[in-house]
């Protein structure tokens, strides 16, 4: 059977629990072995709900108070029927699984189509009952969330969860998270009763749930689920730390907790505001106390939880914020706002912390009611999420915005997929991805944000908003400054995406060296794939050897360039080629070897060495011919096709090209420098403004000396 348990007084770790003292209010833990063999008893009244998933309708009625449940009546006649004689390793009645996981579900507000599925989720598989069956009692939106379960359950996922099981589990998961949702919970009631499993088996079904199913539990928002799997993993995988964290969880609740004297002064303050509020002391998990014993060292009173302020909207948070910083001693560093910029799983809070007279922090966590059921139960709190809200509903419950995600990330996770090239690419991408537990936001020029793991750089933004258009994308401005597509991106900053319009751009091979996100590397991977010969093609960034390459071949004869006039009779004159001084530049003359003449722009860098040295300088004028010669210097950013646009720009401005050099590409920017012959110097300034037009170019200059 696809479910797996223990009696719980059989030896092996229970589910954590914290410190009665210490403990939220919640339901009591239900009697499941109780509820399950009253069950057996007998079918209940057809009109009647029976008296074994009274606790899952009272959960449900909690946060659906209208919800119809003749459904849940239905499906559960229909399971405990069809489990009848079953047993659970443990010598459980089987039903008592299934009720189990619509409880945890009940609990985090799942609507009833989701319990509905869940009641009925083993049954496909390990009974006589039919999906056609299932369809045509309960619809085709059940039959298809507990079809996604029984493929789920047919996935075995080995012992590290090999890519192409991986995959296949998303394949059959398809696009409603609601069957990924049930396999959480499925897990989590399995997880809470493995004591009977061999330690081997307990090992290896822990480790695939630290794997892949906490950092999905963690991507999905569901952090009622995630923190007891952590636990209940923490338990089996690492006893004797558990037992550690165990035992300080204890010793504290024993003495006196400092963090109810500042919830008792919170609430004073919040009163005095006029602030309705909930002051909660909520305590931390077992595994948060030993990441927080690991970073600080011995611990204090407040290490051992956070206060969670609950109000009615969103201004009663920053309301609530002001007051705290004001009435108390702010900790400013540890403040975050998630409500003006929410995570990528729901998640919407505004985090501050308050310092105690004897230097004790107490960290604090104000939201509203409905941001604390989203962060609480993330995609379970959506319901359906193929529903569109109603109208009246768009801008969210009591003022609050509405939901930023229906269904979120496991669509996106979906797409990749489909994208991967090969089962190793995608799951090596989205272990990278999954081992990603810290997150940036970045603003764009619209306004709009895009959240990305830290350590993203432009490429993954580029990704993120443009998707596989993000291959014409030929660099980026940061907070309003011209970066590669490399530059690594910070919490904050303003990302403008500078896209080209060649329909042909392509993504470089370099862009993986820069990528982190899937979405980026399975795009940019899945390109590379379909053109093999993409490498071996001549580039216009690729140097040839020494770091640069001519562009083209200077003519067999010199171009005659614009007449200067001395006002001396003496050698011949020479525009310097350090700055190819054009009309009707400002210039000056210098007398070198051989009585010739050499004429420098005045900004020139080499007018101040000339001088230096104690070259005369020679007074000259230019004359009538209009016609120069240029060197012009275009910096871009690297992409292909470049150096023939910019070629194709200087025919049609009717320059002719002497020489070019491309030097090596650093950091995807790419310097041109072009020798140009114009016919007439009046003529430069349209000719570099449609160079620096030339999509990939962001400033084209004339030449000028290095400083000496």
Known sequence: MSAEATNPASPGPVAPTAPTAARRKSRPRIDLRRLGRAALLGPAVRSKLPDAIGHVAEAHRAHHPDADLDPLRRAYLLAETSHRGQMRKSGEPYITHPLAVTLILAELGAETTTLTASLLHDTVEDTEVTLDQVGEEFGEEVRYLVDGVTKLEKVDYGAAAEPETFRKMLVATGNDVRVMSIKLADRLHNMRTLGVMRPEKQARIAKVTRDVLIPLAERLGVQALKTELEDLVFAILHPEEYARTSELIAQNAAGEDPLAEVADEVRAVLREADIPAEVLI???????????????????GTDFGRLLVLVNEDADCYAVLGELHTCLTPVVSEFKDFIAVPKFNLYQSLHTAVARPDGQVVEVLIRTHRMHQAAEAGVIALGNPYTPPAEEQTGGLDGERADPTRPGWLSRLLDWQRGASDPDTFWSTLRDDLAQDREITVVRPDGGTLGLPEGATCVDAAYAQYGEDAHACIGARVNGRLAALGTVLRDGDTVQLLMGQDPASEPSREWLEHA??????????????????????????????????????????????????????????????????????????????????????????????????????IAVRWGDTTACRVTLVAESFSRPHLLADLTEVIAVEGAEIVSATVESPNQQRVRHTYTLQLPDAAELPALMRAMRDVPGVYDVSRAQAPAA
């Open 516 to 617: 982190h996100t899937p979405a980026a590397r399975i795009a940019i991977q899945r390109w590379l794939a379909a053109h093999p010969g993409a490498d071996a093609r001549p580039s216009d960034t690729t140097d040839a050897p020494g770091g640069s390459r001519p562009a083209s071949s200077a003519p067999a004869a010199r171009p005659r360039g614009a007449d200067v006039l001395l006002d001396r009779p003496g050698g011949p004159v020479r525009l310097a080629g350090c700055c190819t001084p054009v009309p009707p530049d400002d210039i000056v003359g210098f007398a070198v070897r051989g009585g010739a003449v050499t004429v420098h722009r005045m900004e020139c860098s080499m007018v101040e060495d000339m001088k230096s040295r104690g070259r005369a300088e």
């Open 282 to 300: 909520r305590p931390r998990h077992f595994v948060s106390v030993h990441r927080v014993s690991r970073k600080r060292g011995p611990l204090r």
